[in-house]
């Protein structure tokens, strides 16, 4: 299995600042995704990280709002940018790992 | 387009009732589907994918291609069942996957 960290797991932000949300694996893995739960709502992917290469941004997420970076195969960054009150949710760490996704605690941003 | 819902967004069981958590799912390809669960105050975690074909805790699900349904049962409930549910399908094309609303299951005791 795969252990993922999450840093930070909650932050309070101010409206239109930015935060940086750190995913941390345990194993060397080829493919991590970034999810956004808002409150009371389901999973949505917002994009996919593979090591070497440009992530890959799902419908209505844009790169200049949620850059990525996946440095090596064990870690990856999302930055929340020019956050706003809407910006408020769970943003979930993912990865496969043996044909299995596995899921990070999540990082609790509220915008104020 | 690719979809999965999840038609109840709670249930409500006794312990000991059978329960049935429904999923359809909407895939032009050769769908892989999967229930996740998340218990109070935990991580989001795989619970069984239909292509193990296994029972986890009880849990049993049977892929339906030609009523595209997905729907996850257990025979008596326990109270340790309460949690989300989460189907999800895998977009092998490209080797994504999207989830469904979720259903939020309370066994009562």
């Known amino acids: 299995s795969a252990v993922i960290s999450q840093k930070p797991s909650r932050d309070i932000c101010q409206r239109g600042t930015s935060l940086t949300i750190q995913c941390q694996v345990d194993?060397?893995?080829?493919?991590m995704f970034w999810y956004r739960q808002q409150p009371g709502q389901s999973l949505t992917l917002i994009a996919t990280a593979n090591q070497g290469s440009e992530a890959t941004y799902e419908s209505g997420f844009v790169i200049d709002k949620f850059p990525i970076s996946r440095p090596n195969l064990t870690f990856s960054t999302l930055t929340v940018s020019n956050m706003s009150p809407e910006d408020s949710s769970i943003y979930l760490c993912s990865a496969k790992f043996a044909d299995t996704q596995y899921f990070g605690p999540g990082t609790r941003l509220t915008v104020l | 387009a690719q979809r999965v819902t999840q038609p109840e967004k709670l249930l409500s069981v006794f312990k000991g009732a059978p329960v049935e958590l429904k999923c359809n799912y909407s895939?032009?390809?050769?769908?892989?589907l999967f229930w996740y669960v998340q218990y109070s105050r935990q991580r989001l975690q795989l619970l069984l994918r239909h292509i193990s074909r296994e029972s986890i805790k009880g849990f049993t699900a049977d892929l339906n291609k030609g009523e595209t349904s997905f729907h996850l049962k257990k025979p008596f409930a326990q109270e340790e069942d309460s949690a989300m549910y989460y189907c999800a399908l895998r977009i092998t094309s490209y080797d994504k996957v999207i989830f469904g609303p979720g259903t939020s299951l309370s066994v009562i005791p």
């Open positions: 895939y032009s390809g050769s769908p892989e």
């Open positions: 194993s060397q893995v080829t493919m």
